[in-house]
């Protein structure tokens, strides 16, 4: 498979018969070079050779990524992202071989939603790319606010009081704000506003700095004290690719990526529209690693692909993610 050709045909799917047609050749390289995720194949007792759609290819479970080498080709990573998580566990770490293939992919879903970056003021209530060099989301940030090449443009976490002046100084600007959970409920409960330019993205994150609340009543809350434009965005350091919520909490996946709901106790089964379940995830982007990952984010389908992220399970294994991980 030729991957250069494979990488431009990507972004250019049309239609979910694009989809399948790519998502069947990335399936049998990965098969053919991942060595973790041919060997998972195998352990289920699926024949490689006789899966015809997408629905029908088998995700790998994301713990693997906590204690193997994810990759589909033999040569050297450009970047190395970790999950976020508490120092007390173990991380998830995910290898970039192409960064441009990263930022095409980046680029290509926020001009989908959103438009060229450039139109936009993108201020960041999340930790940097310095202090953090292994978040993906700080590095999806600082790709997006270089775009802008907009000097108010930055991250402005502890820096809260010059994010408030910049909001104040550009009344005819659009703004987006991204920001981690509890850090944009701090700084609304700091220095709430009523800006009809400014358009606040949450990206999760509670991470035990408060009271857990609902993404329904975290939207509730910033719509009240900061903007009535108030979004959200999914992804994760194992991903390429992020899915954007605009309306209610119900997300969009770029074209290049589709959800499914599998049955928590039996993850080969897929589950209908309207029922929950755990999601996986088929992110063509994910062309270097493994583009089939079953997390363990539980969600409901809805109508024309669009998906509800209703939170995460605590089981502490996927069936069989535990035998396959000691035979290695």
Known sequence: MDIEKIKTQIFAIQSLSDFNELALQIFHFQYKNNLVYRNFVDFLGINSQKINDYKEIPCLPIEFFKTQIIASVPFHPE??????????????????????????????????????????????????????????????LNFLIKKTENNDSG???????????????????????????????????????????????????????MKEMTRN?????????????????????????????????????????QIRIR?????LYMLGQKKSGGIDIIDLANIYTCSFISTKDIG??????????????????????????NAF
Request: proline share 4%; hydrophobic share 35%.
């Open 155 to 209: 991250f402005y976490l502890n820096k809260e009081e010059e994010l408030l002046e910049i909001i104040q100084s550009n009344p005819h600007s659009k703004i987006i704000l991204f920001g981690v959970t509890y850090a944009l409920i701090n700084f609304a409960e700091h220095y709430p506003l009523a800006a009809d330019n400014l358009l606040v993205i949450e990206t999760g994150g509670m991470k035990g700095q």
């Open 79 to 140: 970047i190395t992202f970790q999950s976020s998580g508490t120092t007390d566990t173990v991380k998830s770490k995910s290898l970039v071989f192409s960064k441009s293939l990263y930022e095409d992919s980046i680029y290509n879903t926020f001009y989908s939603f959103y438009g060229n970056p450039n139109n936009y003021i993108i201020a960041a209530l999340t930790p940097d790319n310095l202090n953090s060099p292994n978040s993906s989301l700080a590095y999806m």
């Open 263 to 267: 049955d928590i106790y039996d993850p």
């Open 300 to 325: 409901i389908m809805h109508d024309n692909f669009t998906f509800e992220v209703l939170g995460r399970y605590d089981f502490s294994d996927i069936r069989g993610c535990n035998l396959m991980q």
């Open 217 to 257: 009543e975290v939207h509730s809350f910033l719509s009240q004290k900061l903007s009535s434009q108030v979004n959200s965005e999914y992804s994760m350091a194992e991903l390429m690719s992020q899915a954007y919520s605009i309306h209610h909490g119900i997300f969009k996946a770029p074209s290049w990526m």
